[in-house]
């Protein structure tokens, strides 16, 4: 393990860290009696203490308990966009010693299914508008309870925040065979019996995102995800005093953690969005003084590309930060101009969020960070396995407290998932990446997304990060493609800037692309799209794409033959 980071660790930190030995929930107890009348929530200007989150939350617990017959270590199922039901169920799903299933709120009847059969879980939490997806699971018997919330529930204040209609809308009295509704849950005022789970209980079980087969659960205690839920915290240096806002997907481990975990902890009021609107956010940080904001890149640039943004008091914020993503370095710079540092981070679904991020007082551009809080990361062969020296690529590798114990009911992927270095556990990322003499790591591109260009291996990521420096490029994603003469070949799909479209030519932007990078990488074909297909935390679908593209070029072949 190298020590070379140490020399640019944020210098209120130690190296080491010591979480909290406890229940996830304790946390929400502790704010409790600390801050009982002080916001934990504020959701289009109404306000939930830390005390009525508390108590909510106690009594979702109760109901599962008692009425839909949760048990310790029984999985449920949360299907929600970022609400005060999303948290307060969260945490009641905790309080009943069980385990927090979150899934993607862009999941359709079949795949809530898969989740629901694959984690042998038969109770989901589930938002007003997205019920219609989970109906027939009850009418079949493959899930016996139901709880349903209408955001509009939590909206008791006049706002002049535009809400959108999914939100405002009035609640339905849905009745049906084991279902209830969150005001009846809440209302019957069950109370749980004792908080048993203890650290080394699975606490949340997300889904990874399939880029490498099938979705799977990931594993997690309460101990993992403590150590992050405090390390992000610590190493921010963040006061509870400090309000921040929640834009970040909740059931994806970045907002999470973010937007969630890490202040509960510390006692911090967040200013919570359903989902992103930059107009609305902006509003936000100038109402409520927003200190503080986890964000993926995509978000943070579409807020500065705001047209309306300069007339906006945002002088409150100290600073952006987040992950998911690689922030392009020409936009990192245009913010840098402005007077902004983004400071990012590296984590995933396994790690519970960040296992390495850049020390805010030395930053550095489109760059995973250093290993944070007793995180051994290392680069290493991904063939021999062997530790390869600062400067040359291989596969980003980490152990740490807050790695996962494996995939649920997945003993094979599990042992794949795993390399043992000098008696140490690692786990094996599937991210190739470099790191530099100083010891800050950088991501260069999955392992199953090099484009092999007439034996140039060619790094896509690489290519996405010099087109962004070009005036027209909003967002590029670039995949291989089949070709006769090369055997594969760059293409670039592109969402060009407002103001270009219409105007500008694939052939100017790879003559653009000749001058800025070797030959072999230069996109021969592009295609402007309007738009990207996206996750729902906001990650570009490069696999999507190049599914799409594979598909096309066989369709062709078979036709010429």
Known sequence: MSNAH????PSHATHSLIAPATNLFYNAEVS???????????????QVSFAEFHDEATRVAGYLEQRCE???????????????????GYYGILRANAIVVPLNPMNLTQEILRFAQDAGASTLLVSQEL?????????????????????????????????????????????????????DVLAANLQPGPLTAGP?????????????????????????????????????????????LAVAPMFHVTGMQGGMNGPLFIGNTMVLLPRWDREVAAQCVERYQVASWTAIPTMIQDFFLN??????????????????????????QRLANVGITYVEGYGLTETIAATHINP??????????????????????PTTLREVPPGEVGEIVMHGPQVFLGYWNRPEDTAQAFIEIDGKRFFRSGDLG??????????????????????????????????????????????????????ETVKAFIVPRAEFRGKIEAQAIMEWCREQMAAYKVPRRIEFVDALPKSGSGKIMWRELQERENAATACIATVQK
């Open 131 to 183: 019920y219609p997806r989970v109906e027939p699971l009850l009418k079949s018997k493959d899930l016996s309870h139901v709880i349903i919330a209408a955001y509009s529930d939590y909206i008791r204040e006049a706002t002049t925040l535009a809400v959108p209609d999914f939100i405002s809308a009035p609640r339905i009295e849905h009745t049906a065979q084991g279902l209830s509704l969150w005001k």
């Open 32 to 46: 409790a009696r600390r801050y009982p009348t002080k916001p934990f929530l504020v959701y289009y200007d109404t």
């Open 6 to 9: 140490f020399k640019v660790w």
């Open 307 to 332: 047209p309306n943004i300069e007339k906006y008091d945002l002088s409150s914020i100290r600073r952006l930060s987040g992950g998911g993503a690689a922030m392009p370095a020409a936009v990192a």
């Open 434 to 487: 470099r790191m530099d003499e100083e010891g800050y790591f950088f991501i260069v591109d999955r392992l199953k997304r090099m484009i092999n260009a007439a034996g140039y291996k060619v790094w896509p990521t690489e290519i996405e990060s010099l087109m962004y420096r070009h005036p027209a490029v909003q967002e590029a994603c670039v995949i291989g493609t089949k070709d006769a003469h090369r055997g």
């Open 200 to 244: 080394d209980d699975l606490c949340v079980m997300p889904y990874t995102s399939g880029t490498t087969g099938q979705p799977k659960g990931c594993m997690h205690t309460h101990r993992t995800v403590m150590h992050t839920t405090v390390a992000s915290m610590q190493w921010f240096a963040l006061q509870p005093e400090m309000t921040l």
């Open 70 to 88: 949760v048990r310790k270590g029984g999985r449920v199922l949360l299907l929600m966009q970022n609400s005060p039901q999303f948290m307060i």
């Open 360 to 381: 805010p007082e030395h930053a550095k551009q489109q760059c995973l960070g250093i290993p944070i809080f007793d995180v051994d990361s290392r680069i290493i062969d």
